[in-house]
């Protein structure tokens, strides 16, 4: 027996509980004299596409019930199967998509990652035997005022190269080649390459407008504090 999907919603708000429930699960999982063999935790992510008609509501309710999620009330009744997801979204951007259903325009930024209550992606971790990321950029947000970068978006490869070599050029022209101080690390990669050149345009030419503007080469290049 395997269990697709493990999600308790007695359980999303708690971490304590939650991680001892998980423990007692895959202490069952560990006992080879039963036939249950795993488990798959529900779910990763908030699924923000599943029906929530109060979405400011929700977004309410989340920024309120963040560090205290036990005594927090219930969300919005029509919102609550996105108490399943361990991680919601920041406002800051790590990448874009590459365009949707083949179309160019149609590209979304990929936001950072954050726990949807405190706690809970530590209970899920050590409930596995692993360990959390550190979300806290993510958590406190442009707000916090992080310091900018400029890297290349992990989205579609090819406009990349356009972008690249741009970029090449325009720090030619200002005596400055794209290699300058590449460590060894940003080689051999069109994406690991554009990071280091989209960094050192950045780098000296920031003050000359929006960052968005500055780091943009396209729509290949993204303003993130999580390089």
């Known amino acids: 027996v395997f269990m697709g999907e493990y999600g308790d919603p007695h359980m999303a708000k708690d971490p304590v509980r939650l991680q001892k429930d998980l423990e007692r699960a895959r202490a069952l999982v560990?006992?080879?004299?039963?036939?249950?063999?795993?488990?798959?935790?529900?779910?990763?992510?908030?699924?923000?596409w599943k029906p929530c008609q109060?979405?400011?509501?929700?977004?309410?309710?989340?920024?309120?019930?963040?560090?205290?999620?036990i005594h927090a009330p219930n969300p919005p009744k029509d919102c609550m199967e996105r108490l399943f997801g361990i991680f919601s979204l920041g406002d800051i951007?790590?990448?874009?998509?590459?365009g949707i259903d083949y179309n160019n325009k149609n590209v979304y930024p990929v936001e950072c990652v954050k726990p949807i209550f405190r706690g809970k992606p530590?209970?899920?971790?050590?409930?596995?035997?692993g360990s959390a990321p550190d979300t806290q950029?993510?958590?406190a947000g442009w707000q916090a005022k992080p310091t900018q970068y400029c890297v290349a978006s992990r989205g579609d490869i090819d406009p990349l190269k356009a972008g690249l070599t741009w970029v090449c050029s325009e720090l030619g022209s200002m005596g400055h080649d794209c290699t300058e101080g590449r460590p060894a690390a940003c080689a051999g990669d069109l994406y690991t390459e554009s990071d280091w050149a989209f960094s050192m345009f950045f780098e000296l030419k920031k003050a000359d407008g929006a960052a968005e503007d500055v780091c943009n080469f396209g729509?290949?290049?993204i303003v993130t504090a999580i390089p």
Do not use: I
């Open 30 to 48: 560990e006992d080879k004299a039963n036939p249950f063999v795993g488990f798959n935790f529900f779910e990763f992510q908030v699924a923000f």
């Open 219 to 221: 729509g290949v290049g």
């Open 54 to 69: 109060n979405t400011a509501g929700w977004d309410s309710w989340e920024a309120a019930a963040w560090g205290d999620p």
């Open 122 to 129: 530590e209970a899920v971790a050590a409930a596995y035997g």
């Open 93 to 98: 951007p790590v990448s874009m998509t590459g």
């Open 137 to 139: 950029v993510c958590e």
